[in-house]
């Protein structure tokens, strides 16, 4: 066996390990109930993984994971599934696992905004509950079945960033980014001030319902009673497999490449023939149709939304997860998104500090590992070549 394939089996070793460990570390967090035991088991987590960073296994399993993306995908799911089958009737559990999930969804949109073209983008949350709101009025006011009506969701969200991607293209840095901020602050505005969409009172949804099948109804299944939350969490992580097969796709294609070249020097891409405004519009409209159908799943499994929930300080959230991950690497966007929605939610005697909390991850995150928790590796540009860092 060559020195290189040693290599790859070590990768994907422990990537499958850092899986069933993280899996096991999940279903402790979500099972345990008295504080000290929580907190013994994040500070036994913040060790472990303190450890393995100093040892290098951390970006060995890094490797592992961009290596063999097919057989990590579904390593994943399978440990996803066997803890929500330990949680099968508990609707709190699922329903934070189901919130994570579309959390990843609406983050690997923005992930190839930011990750991949550059783009930066405070106004995640606002594109977020466009897809909820387009899926709730026409749900409300319609006949239209609920599988178009969440792609409508999407749709009105790549729309309406379409229209916003304006004045971003004429912007830069600082710049850009206070354009969504204002976007951001507007779409919360309107949606307060305009009792079509049901004022700061909100609209209420109704549950999913996929070809004739329920998604608020409960489960049976050898006489095993499982709550109707299994039936989001299954979408929502079907939703997840096909965003990360998409970001995947377009990381490794020449649209990556494009993309990738417009976000490291604009000038250069520009003198190499390559269309600037093509890509950025290319990257803001698809990670704002991934947005929209996230919000829009998020929305009917809610049964309620309002203007409050879809503040400037949700999209300070997304952001948070992209930059803990590793901006740049879909892979990092789980871990992040599990560690800043989940955290709260368990410890809830922080929830009025939770935003106190993400600063203080983003500034260590900054200050002891600025590439985020799984930094992206560095590009291959030709089949089977091996890339060392």
Same mark, same amino acid.
């Given at each position: 066996m060559t020195h290189a394939a040693r290599r790859d089996g070590r990768g994907w070793a422990t990537a499958a390990f850092t899986i069933v460990t993280c899996a096991v570390f999940l279903l402790l967090f979500l099972f345990l109930q008295q504080l000290w035991a929580v907190f013994a088991l994040l500070a036994a987590g913040i060790v472990i993984a303190v450890v393995a960073a100093r040892c290098g296994l951390l970006a060995r399993a890094n490797a592992g994971f961009a290596d063999h993306?097919?057989?990590?995908?579904?390593?994943?799911?399978?440990?996803?599934?066997?803890?929500?089958?330990?949680?099968?009737?508990?609707?709190?559990?699922?329903?934070?696992?189901?919130?994570?999930?579309?959390?990843?969804?609406?983050?690997?949109?923005?992930?190839?905004?930011?990750?991949?073209?550059?783009?930066?983008?405070?106004?995640?949350?606002?594109?977020?509950?466009?897809?909820a709101y387009t899926t709730a009025v026409l749900s409300a006011h319609t006949a239209i079945p609920h599988l178009p009506v969440l792609a409508a969701g999407g749709v009105m969200a790549a729309l309406i960033g379409s229209i916003l991607i304006l004045p971003v293209l004429r912007t830069y840095g600082y710049y850009e980014a206070l354009v969504t901020i204002a976007f951001g602050i507007l779409f919360r505005t309107f949606m307060e001030v305009n009792n079509t969409f049901g004022g700061p009172q909100g609209l209420t949804l109704p549950g999913l319902d996929l070809f004739g099948w329920s998604f608020n109804n409960s489960l049976s299944l050898g006489g095993i009673d499982i709550s109707f939350y299994m039936n989001y969490l299954l979408l929502s992580l079907l939703l997840v497999v096909g965003g990360i097969a998409i970001v995947l796709r377009i990381e490794r294609s020449w649209v990556g490449l494009n993309l990738d070249a417009v976000r490291l020097d604009e000038t250069a891409?520009?003198?190499?023939?390559?269309?600037?405004?093509?890509?950025?519009?290319?990257?803001?409209?698809?990670?704002?149709?991934?947005?929209? *159908?996230?919000? =829009?799943?998020? !929305?009917?499994?809610? /049964?309620? #939304?309002?203007? $409050?929930?879809?503040?400037?300080?949700?999209?300070?959230?997304?952001?948070?997860? *992209?930059?803990? =991950?590793?901006? !740049?690497?879909?892979? /990092?966007? #789980?871990?992040? $998104?599990?560690?800043?929605?989940?955290?709260?939610?368990?410890?809830?005697?922080?929830?009025?500090?939770?935003?106190?909390?993400?600063?203080i991850l983003v500034i260590l995150i900054l200050l002891f590992r600025p590439q985020g928790l799984m930094p992206r590796r560095l590009r291959a540009y030709?089949?089977?070549?091996?890339?060392?860092?």
């Open positions: 993306g097919r057989k990590t995908s579904a390593l994943l799911v399978v440990a996803l599934l066997v803890v929500a089958g330990f949680f099968h009737n508990a609707p709190y559990p699922l329903l934070m696992l189901s919130t994570v999930l579309l959390f990843i969804a609406a983050c690997l949109g923005l992930h190839i905004q930011s990750g991949y073209a550059g783009i930066i983008n405070f106004a995640g949350a606002a594109f977020f509950g466009i897809g891409a520009k003198a190499f023939g390559i269309s600037v405004a093509r890509w950025k519009i290319t990257a803001f409209t698809l990670g704002n149709l991934l947005c929209g *159908i996230a919000g =829009g799943v998020y !929305g009917m499994m809610q /049964g309620f #939304i309002s203007p $409050a929930s879809f503040a400037f300080s949700d999209s300070l959230i997304m952001i948070s997860i *992209i930059i803990l =991950g590793g901006i !740049g690497n879909p892979w /990092g966007v #789980i871990p992040a $998104a599990a560690i800043i929605i989940m955290l709260p939610e368990k410890l809830q005697f922080i929830q009025e500090y939770r935003f106190l909390l993400y600063g030709f089949p089977g070549s091996e890339v060392r860092e």
